[in-house]
Nanobody, 122 residues
Framework: QVQLVESGGGLVQAGGSLRLSCAAS????????MAWFRQAPGKEREFVAA???????YYADSVKARFTISRDNTKNTVYLQMNSLKPEDTAVYYC????????????????WGQGTQVTVSS
């Protein structure tokens, strides 16, 4: 059974940092892209960042220069380092893997985690 399990969310003040982790099990994801999306209340799920199997990275403009996506294929884990957090970053953050098309498009992804809440207070 394939599972993606996110961790590391929480409550942080504006300007603070958090590191999210997404641990995969059930199969290796070392040869596919993985990504982070987020969804705020009343809003659609939006792309945050993606990383290919070779380490190429892509970011939403809203998080560029503040967030860093990375992966450790030996641990089957992807990370999202979030710095200089803003209240508008508040959302449930989801890990996704193995896109069948556009990295930026949520329906492209076959596998999803259950999400982890990130709340940034002002």
């Amino acid at each position: 059974q394939v599972q993606l399990v996110e961790s590391g969310g929480g409550l942080v003040q504006a300007g603070g940092s958090l590191r999210l982790s997404c641990a995969a099990s059930g199969r290796s994801f070392s040869n596919v892209a993985m990504a982070w999306f987020r969804q705020a209340p009343g809003k659609e799920r939006e792309f945050v960042a993606a990383i290919t199997w070779s380490g190429n990275t892509y970011y939403a403009d809203s998080v560029k220069a503040r967030f860093t996506i990375s992966r450790d294929n030996t641990k089957n884990t992807v990370y999202l380092q979030m710095n200089s957090l803003k209240p508008e970053d508040t959302a449930v953050y989801y890990c996704a893997a193995d896109p069948q098309g556009n990295y930026y498009y949520a329906p492209s992804y076959d596998y999803w985690g259950q999400g982890t809440q990130v709340t940034v207070s002002s």
